[in-house]
T-cell receptor, first 116, second 111 residues
Framework: GAVVSQHPSWVICKSGTSVKIECRSL??????MFWYRQFPKQSLMLMAT?????????EQGVEKDKFLINHASLTLSTLTVTSAHPEDSSFYIC????????????FGPGTRLTVL | QKEVEQDPGPLSVPEGAIVSLNCTYS??????FMWYRQYSRKGPELLMY????GNKEDGRFTAQVDKSSKYISLFIRDSQPSDSATYLC???????????FGQGTILTVHP
């Protein structure tokens, strides 16, 4: 149980284009979804928290116009990196919380974004 | 000072060894403590969580929290090469709060 999927797992795009990453909770309804960014050999940095049907809450320093988050249903959240640049290249990971057992977060497998 | 500090290692042990992974934290409001395992190029996998102080055991894994010293530990008994991964500790103050992660410790268990 508590499986989270992400799609795509790996994407390469040209500078200036937009990329959408999907995060789905497969066997549970997620009250909250989180988006993280991870650089090589570094820990996870929380970008934003989203609840179904409401606007995402972004962490300080994260550009909300650049990283658009949509949480359309209790099982789907999307992150769109708009006008991507090489410095946006990173490993993006989503997590979903069940609302039970200390609201434990379960993580997706991650999406590796490379911007050329 | 980071709210959760973790020695990044790397830590290398022989198969069968007992592994001790540790974190310290500075925020007295933290009540929930998690350990995640992350394989290379994968998302973190929840191993265990503990509420407040105490011990919790699950198979070969034991998590300990000492709130008086703000110290979090994960012990792995009879370590296996498949345990080779990055181990991340994480904490939060409330059930629905956001997680604060340590830097992660890279563990290698060699045959």
């Amino acid at each position: 149980g508590a499986v989270v999927s992400q799609h795509p797992s790996w994407v390469i795009c040209k500078s200036g284009t937009s990329v959408k990453i999907e995060c789905r909770s497969l066997d549970f309804q997620a009250t909250t979804m989180f988006w993280y960014r991870q650089f090589p050999k570094q820990s996870l940095m929380l970008m934003a928290t989203s609840n179904e049907g409401s606007k995402a809450t972004y962490e300080q320093g994260v550009e909300k116009d650049k990283f658009l988050i949509n949480h359309a249903s209790l099982t789907l959240s999307t992150l769109t990196v708009t006008s991507a640049h090489p410095e946006d290249s990173s490993f993006y990971i989503c997590s979903a919380s069940t609302g039970m057992e200390a609201d434990t977060q379960y993580f997706g497998p991650g999406t590796r974004l490379t911007v050329l | 000072q980071k709210e959760v500090e973790q020695d990044p290692g790397p830590l290398s042990v022989p198969e069968g060894a007992i592994v001790s992974l540790n974190c310290t934290y500075s925020n007295s409001a933290f009540q929930y403590f998690m350990w995640y395992r992350q394989y290379s190029r994968k998302g973190p996998e929840l191993l265990m969580y503990t509420y407040s102080s105490g011990n919790k055991e699950d198979g070969r894994f034991t998590a300990q929290v000492d709130k008086s010293s703000k110290y979090i530990s994960l012990f792995i008994r009879d370590s296996q090469p498949s345990d080779s991964a990055t181990y991340l500790c994480a904490s939060k103050g409330t059930s629905y709060g956001k997680l604060t992660f340590g830097q992660g410790t890279i563990l290698t268990v060699h045959p």
